[in-house]
């Protein structure tokens, strides 16, 4: 019955892996095939990944939108884990009747859906817009502003940080560090597992984010590459081929981050410190 059960166990592991891994493999068949034979599933490489990429350069300005993501994702990746590790720290470390109080409110604010804050966001930037027209609408600022704060990022070290040793940092006091000496130089170095683990998500999560740049960013020459591939499909004709290989281009840095951190991010989000 054991041989049996595992057996079955991995049966099932397997189909599962299969069905989560297929997208990604068709994705990647898909841009060495022309349009016609995507449209048609085909599920055998091409040869037509070069005419793809030729014409995607040709049609629409990728480099640029590239180099959009890339500086929204990293700029609001480094301010979300410093806000959110200095947050996170002090919650934890620092203890209050108030402080729990402010982190309920925390905690709730991470069920409100972002659909319902667009429109006020929207209308503060605007206003922001006439003043400080840097940090306004239809800036690359304007969409780090809003995701440099993140109450799940927050909690996410609050929970890392109860594992944390406190007798570390009662060392670094007795040695005469300042609270930010502590927590640069003993708790960042220590909870590096954790901070890859949010790296990942945040770089993610403002890699792939749609919806608030679609609204906030209106100049072609600021679009990011998820604008991007959503013009390319919007046409009566969609060349699948070349949208498909503008997608496979999209994921390579992410894909790259994810399996060169790989080993820290399933340690940061199982909360472990050395």
Known sequence: MHKVKRTLTYIVLTIVSLASVFPFLWM????????????????LPGNNLGANFTKLLDTVELVPALINSAQISVSTTILALLIGSLAGYGFE??????????????????????????????????SISQTMPLIGIDTLSSVVLPAMVSAFLIFFF???????????????????????GVFFRIYVPTMKTTYAAAAIITFMASWNNYLWPLVVLQSPENQTIPLLISNLGAGYTPDYG?????????????????????????????????
């Open 28 to 43: 990647i068949v898909s841009a060495t095939n022309k349009s016609v034979d995507v449209t048609k599933g085909r599920l």
């Open 93 to 126: 470390i620092f203890r209050s009747r108030a402080k729990d109080i402010v982190f309920n409110i925390l905690l709730l604010s991470m069920m409100i859906p972002f659909a319902a804050l667009m429109v006020p966001l929207f209308r503060m930037f605007g």
């Open 158 to 180: 609050r929970q890392s940080t109860q594992m944390f040793p406190k007798d570390m940092l009662e060392a670094g006091r007795i040695d005469g560090l300042s609270e930010l």
């Open 242 to 274: 070349v949208i498909m290989t503008a997608i496979v281009i999209a994921t390579l840095p992410t894909a790259l981050i994810f399996f060169i951190m790989q080993k820290h991010f399933v340690a940061g989000m199982m909360g472990s410190v050395k």
